[in-house]
């Protein structure tokens, strides 16, 4: 599994090193005892390496059969797991399923189903912890729905949280999509819920952790 930085972070990751080579430069040249820039030049090394971790996009393939799998869209621990009212695309029961992403977490979402994109939906919002329920419709999000292969439509929803600050939605209407491509990018972690048909087969458990783009989360119920 090859890694690479996503272009998301790019500029960030080349603004940071700059200003960290500024900073840490004046720190050497004007701060005595040497022992102060070194231990300032130590902590710069390992935030940034911290921002970088945010940044990493594994390349990845779904090893199983995509035919009617659902695939978690991101890295992270399934936080919530029941069935809801989903109001703003489906109007009808489904079952949520949420994984929560750390900052320690890859912020790349992959796609969780094999389909075409109906509609991409951008709401402002809060951006209060996405671990809370409210997150889901009161956080700033992206709502995204997509028609699987066997015909039933499923609601991915993007959610920013305490510390991410942008969302970003590559999906647009019309678009196909596969569970290998990426959906989107989240700076700096939260969280992704999915809508699903109440007959689907869930495969995980709240607490359970997952991998996005590899680690399927349910399975569809077969084409009618």
């Given at each position: 599994?090859?890694?690479?930085?996503?272009?998301?972070?790019?500029?960030?990751?080349?603004?940071?090193?700059?200003?960290?080579?500024?900073?840490?430069?004046?720190a050497w040249l004007f701060i005595r005892p040497a022992a102060v820039p070194i231990v300032?030049?130590?902590?710069?090394?390992?935030?940034?390496?911290?921002?970088?971790?945010?940044?990493?996009?594994?390349?990845?393939?779904?090893?199983?059969?995509?035919?009617?799998?659902?695939?978690?869209?991101?890295?992270?621990?399934?936080?919530?797991?029941?069935?809801?009212?989903?109001?703003?695309?489906?109007?009808?029961?489904?079952?949520?399923?949420?994984?929560?992403?750390?900052?320690?977490?890859?912020?790349?979402?992959?796609?969780?189903?094999?389909?075409?994109?109906?509609?991409?939906?951008?709401?402002?919002?809060?951006?209060?912890?996405?671990?809370?329920?409210?997150?889901?419709?009161?956080?700033?999000?992206?709502?995204?729905?997509?028609?699987?292969?066997?015909?039933?439509?499923?609601?991915?929803?993007?959610?920013?949280?305490?510390?991410?600050?942008?969302?970003?939605?590559?999906?647009?209407?019309?678009?196909?999509?596969?569970?290998?491509?990426?959906?989107?990018?989240?700076?700096?972690?939260?969280?992704?819920?999915?809508?699903?048909?109440?007959?689907?087969?869930?495969?995980?458990?709240?607490?359970?952790?997952?991998?996005?783009g590899i680690t399927e989360i349910a399975r569809l119920a077969p084409k009618k």
């Amino acid at each position: 599994m090859k890694v690479k930085i996503h272009r998301e972070g790019t500029n960030i990751l080349i603004i940071l090193i700059l200003m960290l080579g500024v900073v840490n430069a004046a720190a050497w040249l004007f701060i005595r005892p040497a022992a102060v820039p070194i231990v300032f030049s130590s902590l710069s090394g390992v935030f940034f390496l911290l921002v970088l971790n945010f940044f990493r996009s594994p390349r990845r393939h779904f090893p199983g059969n995509p035919d009617g799998a659902v695939v978690s869209s991101v890295d992270g621990k399934v936080v919530a797991l029941e069935e809801v009212f989903e109001d703003e695309c489906l109007h009808s029961r489904a079952i949520q399923l949420s994984v929560f992403m750390t900052v320690f977490d890859v912020h790349a979402n992959w796609c969780p189903v094999n389909g075409r994109v109906l509609t991409v939906r951008h709401h402002a919002g809060r951006f209060m912890s996405a671990y809370l329920p409210k997150s889901s419709t009161e956080n700033e999000r992206s709502t995204i729905l997509i028609r699987a292969e066997n015909g039933q439509e499923i609601v991915v929803r993007q959610i920013a949280g305490a510390v991410a600050r942008r969302i970003v939605t590559y999906a647009e209407p019309g678009d196909e999509v596969s569970v290998d491509e990426h959906l989107g990018f989240i700076k700096f972690g939260s969280r992704v819920d999915i809508f699903l048909p109440l007959d689907a087969e869930i495969l995980v458990k709240i607490g359970q952790k997952t991998t996005g783009g590899i680690t399927e989360i349910a399975r569809l119920a077969p084409k009618k």
